[in-house]
T-cell receptor, first 118, second 114 residues
Framework: AQKITQTQPGMFVQEKEAVTLDCTYD???????LFWYKQPSSGEMIFLIYQGSYDEQNATEGRYSLNFQKARKSANLVISASQLGDSAMYFCAMRELYSGGGADGLTFGKGTHLIIQP | DVKVTQSSRYLVKRTGEKVFLECVQDMDHENMFWYRQDPGLGLRLIYFSYDVKMKEKGDIPEGYSVSREKKERFSLILESASTNQTSMYLC?????????????FGAGSRLTVL
């Protein structure tokens, strides 16, 4: 079963508008972390924002905020005042502890391709 | 800032060739990962390592092996490359002592197998 679901394969948004990228997740863990990464056409994955499952307040980083709704298992990324440079792939990811190892890898969604139009 | 360097940005190999993808980090991070990225599938974990000489299978290890002889270096090996291994390969490192356990990625290696 898919653990991270991003239902929007692609989005077109006018410059300066706010954007919401959807992400729902599935886990039975009580302790987990949710991440958003941006991947521009250059290919490098850029970390944007993190939300821990016990954090009571929504995370914010500059123009990025994470709308965390725990009961709905939802972790949407909100970008305020979008810019042309925001055009990229965006991936939602979740941290779970892999059994038998000491590393916490991330499980990624399939991504949303965001295009900002002038 | 942590720097994660993948030695080859673009590679073209033939079916059956042995392929080495190298990843080097310049921080003392314990955890390193190899993902592959395909359109419409997102990133999928191939292997990871939490210490020198330690390795764990991820979700799609078939056809791959890894090597971690030194803490800073994590290599992905395709023993006999096949066309279905044409993909973007991303290496990542993680500081297991930081609260968020953020992954820091390299720029990626785009492999084409003919």
């Amino acid at each position: 079963a898919q653990k991270i679901t991003q239902t929007q394969p692609g989005m077109f948004v006018q410059e300066k508008e706010a954007v919401t990228l959807d992400c729902t997740y599935d886990t039975s863990d009580q302790s987990y972390g949710l991440f958003w990464y941006k991947q521009p056409s250059s290919g490098e994955m850029i970390f944007l924002i993190y939300q821990g499952s016990y954090d009571e307040q929504n995370a914010t980083e500059g123009r990025y905020s994470l709308n965390f709704q725990k009961a709905r298992k939802s972790a949407n990324l909100v970008i305020s005042a979008s810019q042309l440079g925001d055009s990229a792939m965006y991936f939602c990811a979740m941290r779970e502890l892999y059994s038998g190892g000491g590393a916490d890898g991330l499980t990624f969604g399939k991504g949303t391709h965001l295009i900002i139009q002038p | 800032d942590v720097k994660v360097t993948q030695s080859s940005r673009y590679l073209v190999k033939r079916t059956g060739e042995k392929v080495f993808l190298e990843c080097v980090q310049d921080m003392d991070h314990e955890n390193m990962f190899w993902y592959r990225q395909d359109p419409g599938l997102g990133l999928r974990l191939i292997y990871f390592s939490y210490d020198v000489k330690m390795k764990e299978k991820g979700d799609i290890p078939e056809g791959y092996s890894v090597s971690r002889e030194k803490k800073e270096r994590f290599s992905l090996i395709l023993e006999s490359a096949s066309t279905n291994q044409t993909s973007m390969y991303l290496c990542a490192t993680q500081d297991s002592y930081s609260g968020a356990n953020v992954l820091t990625f390299g720029a990626g290696s785009r492999l084409t197998v003919l």
